[in-house]
């Protein structure tokens, strides 16, 4: 894969950023943000806390609201009106907290969506449910509940669940922050594997191994900025910019 | 004169038990009919409340405030002899219903409110991403777990809705205890109101007793 952004030109982006302002009250998060993704990348975004990652990708599902700019989502404008159900229905997300429904089994979980918003039947839904659910490694566990599972089981039904309506895209806004060390590499394992299946991954995360071994391209922020991007080894291994060095001078000395 | 013959006269008691069941029944019939109106009317309201436009969710707040703040009694004697003045005559049993649906659903709703509330925003934001739309959303993800929250203070409200059913008597419907008042002066013995208050408490203590339990098991939960 192509890993220079300004060679994608030929084929037309899933996510097109032009000129993205998010205001606060009187804290600027994003600055003047321009970012094309292309189908089937990945692209891990890092860059300190409070930096704009997690308000970069939540302005893509419109989780967020842009002050000023435009995101467009597979030709899709990102606003108010029948645009953001489209939207919604090709992005799919992946929470810190994971955020699945306490109140429903794990099958359930993973099946209420297809049959909800797409339609589809209860039957049909469930049994690609237990497919995607014996993908992420939880086929013992359908039948449980939420608050059963350990918080890598819960995010890889997370995952599961994003992935039964069969998204376009997939948003992971910091996947494995939430989680005890030991779960954060089963968690990481299926990420890595989806990534090999040419769904187009925004991931947002303070694992740089990850960064550095999946992504086909790592976008650095701070303040709100993408400072620099670009192929996962050049940018670990030579950053153009001071922000980027220090940045990953710190978090190397940190480990 | 004894204790038992005063107010436990089984004589008494045998012959007015046809009127005080009666009684019993129609406060049953007014509690449910009321609750069943003030829990549907709280919900709407409630999402009036916190998802509608502006102008028309300070309607939703004046509705909560005002019908917290005006006494029952009061609002029953207005509707039963001050509504009529404007043509709107209503039966003892619906003038009742309503005064008694009107106050409750404003308490319903600010239950439901503070259930909704709890309801954290993740779940909204996961739902959302998911592409559900608002109805289904709130139908399938958010009021599921806003209402499991809020069992207990519910139920609590809905005792307090079927003591109230008493102050129906004032507008001259035959409930349990108009039925018990007005044996008890044909048969110069309190006996039926004692009997009266048996059968509220027969209704109620039960329910009072579950509004602990199932808050004690929703604390052990947690």
Known sequence: MSQNPASTSGTDPIITMRKVEKHYQNFHALRDVNLDVRRGEVIAIIGPSGSGKSTLIRCINRLETISSGEIVVDGAKVEEGKNLAFVRAEVGMVFQQFNLFPHMSVLRNVAIAPIRVRGIPKAEAEKRARQLLERVGLSDHVDKYPDQLSGGQQQRVAIARALAMEPLVLLFDEPTSALDPEMVGEVLDVMQSLAATGVTMLVVTHEMGFARRVADRVVFMEAGQIIEQGAPNDLFDNPQTDRARAFLSAIMHGD | ?222
């Not at chain 2, 600010?110 to 709890?118: K, P």
């Open chain 2, 1 to 222: 004169m004894d204790l038992i013959t005063t107010f436990f006269n089984i004589d008494v008691l045998r012959q007015a038990a046809p009127l005080l069941l009666r009684g019993f029944w129609l406060t049953i019939l007014l509690g449910l009919t009321s609750l069943v109106i003030s829990l549907s009317l709280g919900l709407v309201v409630v999402l009036i409340r916190l998802y509608a436009p502006k102008p028309i969710r300070f309607l939703a707040i004046a509705y909560i405030d005002l019908f917290r703040a005006l006494p029952l009694l009061v609002l029953l004697i207005l509707v039963y002899y001050a509504l009529p003045f404007v043509g709107i005559r209503l039966s003892s049993f619906w003038a009742a219903t309503a005064a008694l649906s009107l106050v409750a659903s404003a308490y319903m709703a600010e239950t439901f409110r503070a259930g909704i509330e709890a309801v954290p925003r993740g779940q909204f934001e996961a739902a959302q991403t998911l592409g559900f739309s608002w109805p289904r959303m709130m139908a399938d993800i958010i009021l599921p777990q806003a209402m499991r929250l809020v069992v207990p203070p519910t139920t609590g409200v809905s005792i307090g809705l079927i003591k109230d059913t008493a102050l129906a008597s004032v507008v001259a419907m035959p409930d349990l205890l108009k039925q018990a008042t007005q044996t008890q002066a044909f048969y110069a013995n309190p006996s039926p109101l004692v009997g009266a208050a048996l059968l509220y408490l027969i209704l109620l203590l039960p329910l009072v007793r579950l509004v602990s339990v199932l808050e004690a098991r929703q604390k052990r939960s947690r």
